[in-house]
C-alpha cells in the first residue's frame, strides 16, 4: 500500500520538539491519519536524498540494518484494517505481514506493560545483524543498535512536529515480541514505540 508523500516543513521548531518531548504512556482512542502514519515512517526511515538512497536517520556505511514494523489496531489509522505492516522506505509503502490487532500481543510480551496497547499504532524497530555485520564485525552489531536510538528519536521528534506523542519501550521478551509481529528470522525487534494522541 503506497504511503502519501511526507509534508516537508511544519510549524514547531526542532528546539520546541527537543524540549517538549516525553515519553508518553497515555493515549486517547482516536486514529491516525494516513498522512501522520506516512509521517512517521517517513521521519524513521524515509528517503531523504534525490538519488533516492540515504534515510532520515545516520547508518553506519549506510547499511541500513533496521526495519519499522507497524503494530495497527482496528480503526486506528485511517483507511487500514488491523495487522503488522513493514515499510519498504524505498517505495514509501507498506506491506500487509500480519492480520489482527496485534497490540495485546506486544504489550503482553513487554512485561505486560499494558499502556502500550492503548497506543493506535505501534512501531517495533528491528535490526537485522548480517547487514552490517558483513562489513564491521562484531562492532556492526553496536552501529546497528546505535542507529535505532536515531531513528527511536526522529519519531519522537516528529510526533511532536504533528501534534502527537510516543512512548518508547526497551523491557520486552525478544522472541516473543518478533512472534507476535510475524518477523523473519534474524530481524531482532530493539526498540518499541507506542505512538498517538496524548492521553
Ligand atoms: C532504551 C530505552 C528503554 C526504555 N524502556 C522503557 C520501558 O520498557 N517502559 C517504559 O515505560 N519506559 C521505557 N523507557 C522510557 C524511559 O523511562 C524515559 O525515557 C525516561 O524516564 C526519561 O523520560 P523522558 O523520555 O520523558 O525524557 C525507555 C527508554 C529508553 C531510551
Known amino acids: 500500500m503506497n504511503l502519501p508523500s511526507p509534508i516537508l516543513d511544519g510549524h514547531i521548531s526542532v528546539e520546541n520538539a ?5 515519553t508518553v504512556r497515555s493515549f486517547i ?6 498522512q501522520q502514519f506516512s509521517q512517521l515512517l517517513w521521519a524513521a526511515q524515509g528517503i531523504t536524498e534525490h538519488r533516492g ?4 536517520a545516520p547508518s ?21 484494517s488491523a495487522g503488522i505492516y513493514h ?14 490487532d496485534k ?15 492503548s497506543a493506535p499504532v505501534v512501531f517495533v524497530v528491528t535490526a ?4 552490517i555485520t558483513i562489513k564491521y564485525g562484531d562492532r556492526g552489531i553496536r552501529y546497528a543498535m546505535i542507529e535505532v536510538g536515531h531513528i527511536g528519536q526522529n519519531i519522537f521528534l516528529q510526533c511532536e ?6 512512548g518508547i519501550v526497551g523491557a520486552f521478551d525478544d522472541n516473543r515480541v518478533a512472534r507476535a509481529i510475524n518477523a523473519p528470522n534474524k530481524h531482532e525487534p530493539l526498540i518499541i514505540m507506542p505512538v498517538g494522541f496524548r492521553g
Open 161 to 166: 512536529a504533528l501534534g502527537l506523542a510516543a
Open 29 to 34: 482512542d482516536k486514529p491516525l491519519t494516513i
Open 53 to 56: 538512497f540515504k534515510r532520515a
Open 103 to 117: 497490540r495485546k500481543a506486544v504489550a503482553l510480551a513487554s512485561l505486560r506493560q499494558m499502556w502500550m496497547a
Open 18 to 22: 527537543i524540549k517538549n518531548r516525553r
Open 60 to 80: 553506519g556505511g549506510a547499511l541500513y540494518p533496521a526495519d519499522v514494523y507497524s503494530v495497527v489496531g482496528n480503526n486506528c489509522v485511517e483507511g487500514f
Open 87 to 100: 515499510h519498504d522506505p524505498a517505495s514509501h509503502s507498506v506491506e500487509k505481514v500480519a492480520d489482527k
Open 128 to 131: 537485522h545483524y548480517d547487514r
